[in-house]
């Protein structure tokens, strides 16, 4: 017992070094909050990312050489380039406030341009330029978008913990679809919960493939069609399909669609028929297993980033293939983006030197180590009206064994209407 707190407390102190962690919330292991972008503490484990806007409630402005500083009262200041200040006018004749798109041309921006005239208030700041163009930016507008407020991927503030979890310390989420068509601050709250914990559960769904199809349009906006199927996917053993999910074998824990590009963002599952005996559904969260092999196996974790494989799916008519690193990281955050790891699908590598391959063989069988600890995993027996929705990005999916009969039914949701879901309805600047 004292080996294992002694290594969560260096697990733990491992995070607040690399990610500046603050106090706990609750005891010597529990929850952290951070200033930077990732958290692992322990039961659950939570990675944040948060940011803290400046404030100009109460500012100065100050003309520099190539730049305004802008300096609220409390001490915090920005700088703005001139040049970035004129790309970014937002009046009608450089922004089209309909379409959302900028209407001057990147080659005719001047990057030494100077302003003859900055006027400030507690609202707005007017610049007129050296070319007699002006310019009207609200407070608010420079609070959102001011040069390095942009600490993720596309907006620049994620401001919803993403909470890592093992499986004996994870309670699934779940929510009653009745409850997400008639509420929209429930269906709010399961995108939320969907970017903090890559998992839910929906209860009350008819077994319809229809039904089921219009529940996955609901939560993610758009099915990702494939050539399983347009829509939803209809797996059962028997079916004519070069698959392992059309048997009643076991399947260890993957990610789908390793042989896309890219592979599919979201999935639903539904298992609308059984009979016999076995065949829980087994979940876990793969950045959890990421975040143990980078804390001690450092070396490993940048080999998995760094190395490309090929993922392929073979049958007589198709030749689908993907070479990509296992792991990527945001380029903006870097942070992890996306796992894609499926043992089973790998293609023969022969993209690596002999003097190289042992190194790969060595970090993919320590993540394949991580992943596969029992420990981490979450099993439940769906019932028939029950969906699940997960981030194929990060949740990795099994099945147990079979006897009987099972159908199984899920759809392929898009990267971008994923996302956009997460923007638009759940409210997150992701």
Same mark, same amino acid.
């Not at 993907?322 to 690193?325: A, G, L, T």
């Not at 999916?397 to 099972?406: D, I, K, V």
């Not at 199984?408 to 759809?411: I, Q, R």
């Given at each position: 017992?004292?080996t294992k707190?002694?290594r ?5 102190t ?6 500046k962690l ?5 005891g010597d292991? *529990?929850?952290y909050?951070?200033? @930077? $972008?990732?958290?692992i503490?322990s ?8 940011h803290?806007?400046?404030?100009f409630? +109460?500012?100065? /402005?100050?003309v520099?050489?190539?730049?305004l500083l802008m300096? %609220?009262?409390?001490g915090?200041s !920005?700088?703005i380039p ?11 004749s450089c922004?089209?406030h309909d379409t959302?798109?900028i209407?001057?041309n990147? !080659?005719?921006?001047?990057l030494?341009?100077?302003p003859?005239d !900055?006027? #400030?208030d507690?609202?707005? /700041?007017?610049?007129?330029w050296?070319?007699?163009h002006?310019?009207v930016f609200s407070?608010s507008?420079?609070?959102?978008y001011?040069? *390095?407020a942009?600490d993720?991927a596309m907006t620049?503030?994620?401001?919803i ?5 093992q499986?004996?310390y994870?309670n699934?989420? #779940?929510?009653?679809?009745v409850?997400l068509?008639n509420?929209?601050p ?9 970017h ?6 929906? @209860? ?10 219009n529940v996955a349009?609901?939560?993610?906006g ?6 399983y =199927?347009p829509?939803?996917c209809? &797996?059962?053993?028997?079916?004519d ?5 059309y048997t009643?074998? &076991?399947?260890?824990?993957?990610t789908d669609a390793?042989?896309? +590009?890219?592979?599919?963002?979201g999935m639903t ?9 076995g065949?829980?559904? /087994?979940? +876990?969260d793969g950045?959890?297993?990421?975040e143990?092999l980078?804390? #001690?196996?450092p070396?490993y974790?940048q080999?998995?980033?760094?190395? +490309?494989?090929? $993922? =392929?799916?073979l ?6 293939r993907?070479?990509?690193?296992v /792991? ?5 955050t870097?942070?992890?983006e996306?796992?894609r790891?499926?043992p ?10 002999y003097?190289d391959?042992l190194?790969f063989?060595?970090?993919y069988q320590?993540?394949a ?16 009206d029950q969906?699940v !929705? ?6 990795l999916?099994?099945? %147990?064994?079979?006897? @009987?009969?099972?159908v199984?039914?899920?759809?392929y949701?898009?990267h971008d209407?994923w996302? #956009?879901?997460?923007?638009?309805? @759940?409210g997150?600047r992701v």
């Open positions: 017992m004292t707190v002694t969560l407390n260096g697990f733990i491992y995070c607040i070094k690399i990610h603050i106090k706990p919330c609750y292991l *529990g929850k909050k951070c200033t @930077g $972008a990732t958290t503490p039961h659950p484990h939570t990675r944040t990312v948060s803290k806007a400046a404030t409630d +109460s500012t100065t /402005v100050e520099k050489d190539d730049h300096t %609220e009262e409390g915090g !920005v700088r001139f040049y970035w200040l004129r790309d970014n006018c937002r009046c009608s922004f089209h959302n798109q209407l001057h990147i !080659v005719d921006l001047n030494d341009i100077k003859t !900055v006027q #400030s507690h609202c707005e /700041v007017t610049i007129t050296d070319d007699c002006k310019t407070n507008w420079l609070r959102e001011f040069p *390095g942009a993720n620049g503030k994620q401001d913990y993403q909470t890592l979890w499986g004996n994870f699934m989420p #779940s929510f009653e679809l409850d068509q509420d929209r429930t269906l709010k709250k399961l995108l939320q919960t969907l903090e914990y890559g998992v839910a559960l929906i @209860g009350g769904v008819d077994t319809s493939s229809e039904a089921h199809a349009r609901l939560v993610a758009g099915i990702q069609s494939t050539f =199927h829509e939803v209809v &797996a059962s053993p028997g079916l399909i070069a698959d392992t999910a009643n074998l &076991a399947i260890p824990l993957h390793s042989y896309f +590009s890219p592979p599919c963002r599952l539904q298992i609308t028929e059984r009979s016999g005996n065949g829980r559904t /087994v979940m +876990s950045f959890y297993a990421l143990r980078r804390f #001690s196996q070396e974790f080999l998995l980033c760094d190395t +490309s494989i090929t $993922a =392929h799916y049958d007589d008519e198709r030749d689908m993907n070479c990509e690193p /792991v990527k990281m945001n380029s903006n870097k942070q992890v996306r796992l790891f499926n089973f699908d790998r293609a023969t590598i022969t993209n690596l030197p003097e391959m190194e063989y060595k970090a320590a993540l180590k991580e992943i596969y600890d029992d420990e981490k995993a979450f099993k439940i027996l769906l019932k028939p969906m !929705v997960y981030d194929n990005w990060r949740i999916h099994a099945r %147990e064994s079979f006897t @009987g009969h099972r199984l039914k899920c759809t949701l898009r209407d996302m #956009s879901q997460m923007r638009k309805i @759940g997150l």
